[in-house]
T-cell receptor
Framework: DAGVTQSPTHLIKTRGQQVTLRCSPK?????VSWYQQALGQGPQFIFQ???????QRGNFPDRFSGHQFPNYSSELNVNALLLGDSALYLC????????????????FGNGTRLTVT | GQSLEQPSEVTAVEGAIVQINCTYQ??????LSWYQQHDGGAPTFLSY????GLEETGRFSSFLSRSKGYSYLLLKELQMKDSASYFC????????????FGSGTKLNVKP
């Protein structure tokens, strides 16, 4: 049973460029969330996708956008990269909350380490 | 807003018991979870407290007191492989689709 997979594992970009990160959720999961984790900090929620739509968004600018495909996989796009966007980007999949009683834990991928120079 | 406070670092000896605390200020939440993250790795789910009290899973236990705004993760019979960062996280009532994570506690297990 494959877990959450993310690609690429590492990426180096220059300020002003655009980047696309990819995520395949754990088998059976239909909800994908993206988190940004700065060094020494906890993950910060970017947004969540369910049924191919952005369902909820954190405090991130519009430069951060995403997409979910019919097979539940997802992409995170960041435009006009800033130095401050350098971080570990984590994808987490789960079962839709509405159908699950109690906790549906997040299953994280190993992340994409983005460095902006 | 949400605030989850954790000590930044804890050191303990192999074989010992260690407690990692999480204090929070939030208007209400569904439950509190704990995640473990090794350096360079993905956060992995450890435990969940939906109700007040103690939950036990093997060597790990987690406790929640909503009235006191307090949770802790207890690790028994520490092993070197337990050296990692530990995060508490809540899913709030009015914003149920996202988790708020604490800043994490780095646990160093020494021989």
């Amino acid at each position: 049973d494959a877990g959450v997979t993310q690609s690429p594992t590492h990426l180096i970009k220059t300020r002003g460029q655009q980047v696309t990160l990819r995520c395949s959720p754990k088998s059976g999961h239909d909800t994908v969330s993206w988190y940004q984790q700065a060094l020494g900090q906890g993950p910060q929620f970017i947004f969540q996708y369910y049924e191919e739509e952005e369902r909820q968004r954190g405090n991130f600018p519009d430069r951060f956008s995403g997409h979910q495909f019919p097979n539940y996989s997802s992409e995170l796009n960041v435009n006009a990269l800033l130095l401050g966007d350098s971080a570990l980007y984590l994808c987490a999949s789960s079962l839709d909350w509405d159908r699950v009683k109690g906790s549906s834990p997040l299953h994280f991928g190993n992340g994409t380490r983005l460095t902006v120079t | 807003g949400q605030s989850l406070e954790q000590p930044s670092e804890v050191t303990a000896v192999e074989g010992a018991i260690v407690q990692i605390n999480c204090t929070y200020q939030t208007s209400g939440f569904y439950g509190l979870s704990w995640y473990q993250q090794h350096d360079g790795g993905a956060p992995t789910f450890l435990s969940y407290n939906g109700l007040d009290g103690l939950e036990e899973t093997g060597r790990f236990s987690s406790f929640l007191s909503r009235s006191k705004g307090y949770s802790y993760l207890l690790l028994k019979e520490l092993q070197m492989k337990d050296s990692a960062s530990y995060f508490c996280a809540v899913r709030v009532l009015y914003n149920f689709n996202k988790f708020y994570f604490g800043s994490g506690t780095k646990l160093n297990v020494k021989p």
